[in-house]
């Protein structure tokens, strides 16, 4: 009878393992040491995993950043800062962060602010206008935009 597989104990369950992780969708080099550590397996095979992974292109933070960078500007409707906490949440290191928010231009930010403000009008016409104005102000505060943008945007709003 042969003794039971200690966790991490193939270099192949790690790699699948890793693979269905990808599957779900995209992570940084932190999350997947992480989540791998989680799962049990062993340091050495861990770091062989990644290795394998950023040589095969499976693995890198630097096409991460880019997606969610584009994800959080068009999707999410986030400011800088807000973009700032969302790659840094994902575990991006902070340097590369930096870089990434480069891109990152005033017009753009105003911009996704405003598709915002129009998106959150819909649903509160009928409140008075001092209301409406608190409520945007609040939500794009929240959601990362500088004081800047946020008066420039709150102020142009038709009410």
Same mark, same amino acid.
């Given at each position: ?69 584009? !994800? ?31 891109? !990152? ?55």
């Amino acid at each position: 009878m042969t003794p039971p597989r200690s966790k991490g104990s193939r270099a192949d369950d790690v790699k699948a393992y890793a693979l269905k992780l990808l599957g779900y969708r995209s992570r940084s080099r932190k999350e997947m040491l992480l989540r791998l550590k989680i799962k049990g397996f062993e340091d050495g095979r861990i770091n062989d995993t990644i290795k394998f992974l950023e040589d095969a292109g499976l693995l890198s933070d630097e096409a991460l950043a880019s997606q969610l960078f584009r !994800h959080s500007v068009e999707d999410r409707h986030l400011g800088g800062k807000g973009i700032r906490a969302f790659l840094i949440k994902r575990g991006l290191d902070k340097e590369l962060v930096e870089k990434t928010l480069l891109l !990152h231009t005033v017009e753009m930010e105003e911009e996704s602010a405003r598709k915002l403000v129009e998106r959150k009008l819909r649903a509160m016409r009928g409140h008075p206008g001092n209301v409406i104005r608190r409520r945007l102000w609040g939500m794009l505060q929240r959601r990362g935009f500088s004081g800047d943008v946020i008066s420039r945007v709150v102020d142009s709003v038709k009410m």
